[in-house]
């Protein structure tokens, strides 16, 4: 490029080269008076937007000036000089004086976020990120501006309840919004957060998880339904395991019935959500396209799916009764009140409806999927599991089971946790920034800008917490306390004030859906199936997806 600008200046004369020299110069200023202090995702707009002007004026500038021919390659040439300038002192402003320059990592990360979605162009990126700190150990610079940190004081330190660090100002958050307007997760705020939070804990509340049994129940019925169908026959239960989750969803949610279950196919919804979520996960952390495309009109897929969010909040506004027991009821209530905590518009009520969409959906699915998965490779697990579920059906309720039960069976929670802890739904996790001035994490400064990860599957797979921590062993949890080295560093729904409001409700789904197959069917892996490509074929979409397991189940004598 340099090459090209200094030949096409010559060729052209001193006005040429002084227009190169110019626009060079305003590369290295724009650089050094801009661009090197702080993040300017959230100003991704008005950047690309003075950007096109200025090359605009430019472009219309040469062309009138030298013709066609000669005024494009003197356009290029400027324009070339500007850029190159620009990223030229970038490039070595990043490796050798920048703050983070002494925390190791991949070179090509040191330089330019650009590599992290060729890095996860397999869907892998959670399992690089594993690789990384094995390679480079506890601090990895995973970016220009962002390290991973494998430690037990970050996570104090970043997630903690007295944590100075935040989700300002890094433009992931800020970009997730609709209208305006944020979701539970994507609020920067701490009070504002705090808010809509309350609304959320009532929403999600004990008494209102008891409300959603009856719906849950209702899907899982669905569910068996679909067994008794194939008779036999192998069925895919990550494929059955998104499709609970999203019935279960549509009814917690918006008291829709969705019927994918029943069906046996994805919803357009639910395709919608999963591509959104694949189009987030292959921009790998280069969070500015996001921010961009996020501050113009909507269109296509994006478009349908905010679109799709809104006609069902909607619906369950028009079609609102007393007797519907949801999480929009909640909401609502707040939007109705004569000061609203939070909901302060619809538009708020249609961002976390988005929400909801997103969080009900593929994190318990993916949950549910990997339970499954280690069911159906173990027949004395299976035996086991059901001879503590089984003399609780009909205990409290008739034909049923409840959750206050299952709560009680201590293998299931052996068996989530383990489940979760060897295969995180989320195992890259969201990112933090430090407070102004900055902060110092094991002996290591971190100032104001730099983005910060604790990436989950990091810590569940770490020696240092964990015993054997690549064996499943779900009696860690239960009745082999001393595998656990760290409880602390179990963290699947993250942790702090940013934990996610619906791990409650998550786990009740997983049980009760168990509870009833496991009391009505027993299962293994199909012939030809041995869990492999379960394991090495998930896919990072923001969560995991993972891949297809096919199962047989036979139903029990009893029933």
Not at 481 to 503: I, S, T
Request: hydrophobic share 40%; charged share 20%; with cysteine.
């Amino acid at each position: 490029m340099i090459e090209f600008v200094l030949q096409t200046a010559a060729c052209f004369g001193r006005d040429v080269n002084l227009s190169c020299i110019i626009a060079s110069t305003a590369g290295l200023m724009s650089h050094h008076l801009y661009f090197i202090k702080g993040n300017h995702t959230s100003n991704t707009r008005d950047i690309v937007a003075v950007h096109l002007v200025a090359l605009s004026l430019l472009l219309y500038k040469t062309l009138s000036t030298y013709g066609i021919s000669q005024g494009l390659l003197v356009y290029l040439a400027i324009s070339s000089a500007y850029f190159a300038a620009l990223f030229t002192s970038i490039g070595v402003y990043r490796v050798f004086f920048h703050p983070l320059r002494h925390v190791p990592g991949p070179f090509a990360l040191k330089v330019t976020q650009l590599y992290m979605p060729w890095l996860g162009r397999d869907g892998q990126l959670h399992r690089k990120f594993l690789r990384l700190h094995e390679e480079y150990g506890d601090f990895v610079r995973v970016g220009p501006n962002s390290v991973a940190i494998l430690h037990e004081d970050a996570l104090t330190a970043i997630h903690g309840a007295r944590s100075p660090c935040s989700k300002k100002g890094m433009g992931f958050y800020e970009s997730l919004h609709y209208g305006g307007c944020y979701n539970l997760d994507s609020i920067t705020d701490r009070e504002q957060h705090r808010d809509r939070r309350a609304i959320w804990d009532k929403a999600l509340s004990v008494n209102a998880l008891k409300g959603y049994e009856a719906g849950t129940r209702n899907v899982v019925r669905s569910w068996l339904g679909r067994l008794e169908e194939v008779a036999g026959r192998p069925i895919d239960t990550s494929h059955y395991a998104t499709l609970i989750a999203f019935d279960n969803m549509g009814g917690i949610g918006f008291s829709a019935d969705f019927g994918t279950v029943r069906e046996g196919r994805e919803d357009k919804t639910l395709e919608l959500l999963q591509i959104t979520f694949g189009t987030a996960a292959s921009l790998g952390h280069v969070y500015w396209p996001m921010a961009l495309m996020m501050n113009m009109p909507k269109f296509g897929m994006q478009h349908e799916f905010e679109q799709m969010g809104v006609r069902m909040a909607d619906e369950r506004l028009n079609g609102n009764s007393e007797d519907k027991h949801d999480m929009l009821k909640y909401f609502l209530a707040d939007l109705n009140s004569e000061k609203p905590r939070s909901m302060v518009n619809m538009t708020t009520v249609y961002a976390d409806s988005l929400g909801i969409l997103v969080a009900a959906t593929d994190t318990v699915a993916s949950a549910l999927s990997l339970v499954f998965y280690h069911l159906a490779r173990d027949a004395t697990l299976r035996q086991k599991l059901y001879n503590e579920v089984a003399p609780l059906h009909g205990k409290t309720l008739p034909d049923e089971f409840v959750t206050s039960d299952l709560d009680t069976v201590s293998l299931f929670e052996g068996l989530v946790n383990e489940a979760l802890r060897l295969n995180a739904p989320t195992p890259i996790g969201g990112p933090r920034s430090p407070p102004s001035e900055g902060i110092t994490i094991a002996g290591t400064f971190f100032p104001a800008g730099t983005i910060l990860y604790t990436p989950t599957q990091a810590y569940h797979s770490s020696e240092r917490y964990f015993v054997r921590p690549h064996e499943f062993i779900p009696e860690r949890w239960t009745t082999r306390p001393e595998l656990v080295l760290n409880r602390k560093a179990f963290f699947p729904f993250h942790m702090g004030r940013y934990d996610c409001v619906g791990k409650k409700l998550a786990k009740n789904v997983i049980r009760t859906c168990i509870a009833y197959t496991i009391y009505n069917y027993d299962f293994h892996f199909a012939p030809g199936e041995d869990g492999r490509r379960f394991r090495n074929e998930e896919h990072w979409n923001m969560i995991v997806k993972q891949a297809r397991l096919d199962c047989v189940f036979t139903k029990r004598e009893h029933v």
